[in-house]
């Protein structure tokens, strides 16, 4: 497989230009899925919901050609708030006995 740029990947990928610029403009600098970008590059195996078994990945680094395992983390964020109200004042500890 030829050797790909980076640059031309989010290009292609986020139909950005000029992502070769240093500072690497906004579009070009964003969230995007792994797997889709490797599917264009014909480098992705398979996909998996979950963990993988200690087996599977000792499994995938003996297979021939080796790929990577890659892993997407995508955190939800939760916001909670609260109304506290104090009923009583806060007083420094005394002296232990």
Sequence with gaps: MAQT??????????GANGCNAN???KP???PYWLDAALTDLHRLKSTTQGPLSFQQVKDQFASVPSLPICA???WAVVVLTTSLSWASTLREPGPMS
């Design 5 to 14: 740029q980076q640059f031309k990947i989010a290009q292609k990928e986020l």
């Design 28 to 30: 070009c600098n964003q």
């Design 72 to 74: 997407r983390i995508d």
């Design 23 to 25: 500072p690497v403009p």
